[in-house]
């Protein structure tokens, strides 16, 4: 990484923001793609956020913004365009000034989850998936699954209201391929957890573990422990499997791809 009067800026923001470890890895990934750039982090509280968000867009060399928990749906609100995932989601973790100066937002969680999978060997399109988690991160993958052509989604969440919502928002964008579903695996390709469920020792298993078997994709965004109850029970039965280290490294190379321009991004 080079640091001198042409770098360009592009800081993450978040509060709290001590636990965020994509700084360095991000500041790599650029320069392996030829743009001098770091990423540096800012602890931004929500009653501060739009206050720092206009400063900071006062500066000539920063090219975009990085925002994670609790700021993706306020970031959405300030851009000037959104994808079309990120307008489904109601909110953006990435933003990029524009040549005409407009701000275009884009979500990566779940392109990186999709993609950890496919790094994985793992097949996407026509695939019947069970997901485990409707909330933020959960609401990404679903959309993006469906987006790049899994024939149906079911969708288990506690909060069945939750659930109930965005089921009803995926039906409206892809009509007729997203239900909702419970924690039996059986019957679906691919199975997602998109819950904190694993990160303690005494969770319980987001699906019932007793019914995977080889053939399924099992996939978790938990990345500590890296190698999750979830996880271990799947390797066990034969399944093939993605960490959340796969999810991580995606939404990395698909952040990198979206501020150097690269195909196929925003």
Known sequence: MRLDGETRLI???????AQVKSPALLG??????????IVPPAHVRPGDFAAVVDGLKRIGNLDGFIVTIPHKF??????????????FLGAANV?????????LGDHCDGQGYVAGIRAEGGRIEGRSVLLVGAG??????????????????????????????LVQRLTARFPGRAQAGGPDPAGHDIIANATPL??????????????????????DCVT???????????????CATMTGLGM?????????????RQAGAA
Not at 29 to 37: S, T, V
Not at 199 to 219: E, I, K, S, W, Y
């Open 11 to 17: 800081p993450i923001l978040g509060d709290p923001i």
């Open 28 to 37: 790599r990934r650029l320069a392996e793609a030829g743009l001098n750039a």
């Open 74 to 87: 306020a970031a959405a609100a300030i851009c000037d365009r959104l994808s079309d995932r990120a307008d």
């Open 95 to 103: 933003l990029r000034r524009q040549a005409d100066g407009a701000w």
């Open 136 to 165: 933020g991160a959960g609401s990404a993958i679903a959309y993006e699954f469906l987006d790049q052509g899994a024939g149906s989604i079911a969708i288990h969440d506690a909060d069945a209201a939750r659930r109930d919502d």
């Open 198 to 219: 694993g990160m303690g020792p005494d969770d319980p298993f987001p699906v019932d573990p007793r019914a995977l078997h080889p053939g399924q994709f099992v996939t």
């Open 224 to 238: 500590r422990p890296e190698v999750t109850p979830l996880i271990a029970r799947a390797r066990a039965a034969g």
């Open 248 to 260: 991580f490294d995606g939404v990395a190379a698909r952040m990198v791809a979206f501020f150097t």
